[in-house]
């Protein structure tokens, strides 16, 4: 058996971890993985070797200010909007050579709706997605703006997770990064409306049957696309870190073969 290639980029001062499988004939394409809030990279790292396996070249960034990329000094960071991480992912998506498919967790689900109002896509896939204002605020109240967001163990716990072991919960909790302010509040807000019919790429929209967090429900996110969800029963909402949720991986590979263009 031949082993993955994993491979580092600095694109811009963002870190992109690439994998590849090199007994693979013909690509199918590439996937860049954009994380949710407080991740980086290694949010994906379980999947992406099932993606590379089966002929798509996946390519996880980390924001800035999230594991391996550039620093922001602190009155940039707390300013950080989402359309600014949106600009980062348009960044990488030019290095990872159109068109690409783009995979959004969470925030980064919101983030990747903007990308793909305004830059052609093979498909556009979302995993317990924070859904656009039309849906609605998620969030009655905001955080202070003078400091970054940060979560406790027992919150990531009860609010991400269905079923994890404290060992995989203290790796997490090493790896989490604080989280701008205004980025938080402006996609909990419900302010940021994204044009879903200047979307013209296949959408496939994915979550847990139940998620614990706040973010809008897959049903309602995938209603807006008029798509049907992929409901993943025994998840949390970072179902990527969790055993039931390994599965997910060959389904949305399974989705793109028959939908994402080439």
């Known amino acids: 058996m031949v082993a993955l290639e994993w491979t580092n980029h600095d694109v811009d001062g963002l870190l992109v971890r690439e994998v590849r499988d090199p007994a693979v004939i013909e690509e199918q394409g590439r996937i860049v993985l954009v994380p949710g809030s407080l991740h980086g990279w290694w949010a994906f790292e379980r999947w992406m070797p099932m993606f590379a396996e089966s002929g798509w070249t996946a390519l996880a960034m980390s924001l800035p200010n999230h594991t391996g990329s550039r620093a922001l000094a602190d009155a940039e960071y707390l300013a950080r909007t989402p359309e600014d991480y949106a600009t980062d992912v348009l960044t990488v998506l030019d290095h990872a050579a159109p068109p690409a498919v783009l995979l959004g967790h969470s925030m980064g689900g919101l983030v990747a709706q903007l990308v793909a109002e305004r830059h052609p896509l093979a498909a556009l896939v979302l995993v317990s997605s924070v859904g656009p204002g ?3 605020p ?21 609010q991400w997770f269905q079923h994890i072991s ?20 402006d996609y909990s807000a419900g302010t940021i ?10 959408v496939l929209v ?14 309602s ?8 969800p ?15 949720g390994l599965p997910t991986a060959s389904t949305i590979t399974h989705w793109l073969d028959g939908h994402a263009r080439r």
């Open 134 to 136: 039309q849906l609605g």
């Open 138 to 158: 998620m969030r009655s109240t905001s955080y202070p703006t003078d400091r970054p967001v940060t979560i406790t163990r027992e919150e990531a716990r009860e």
């Open 166 to 185: 404290e060992a995989d919960l203290d790796t997490v909790m090493a790896r989490l990064s604080p989280e701008s302010p205004t980025v938080v509040n």
């Open 193 to 202: 409306y994204i044009d879903t019919g200047s979307i013209h790429c296949p």
């Open 206 to 219: 994915v979550g847990p049957e139940k998620d614990h967090t706040p973010v809008h429900d897959t049903r």
């Open 221 to 228: 996110v995938a209603s807006l696309y008029g798509v049907n």
């Open 230 to 244: 992929v409901l993943v029963p025994d998840v949390g909402h970072d179902l990527m870190l969790e055993d039931a």
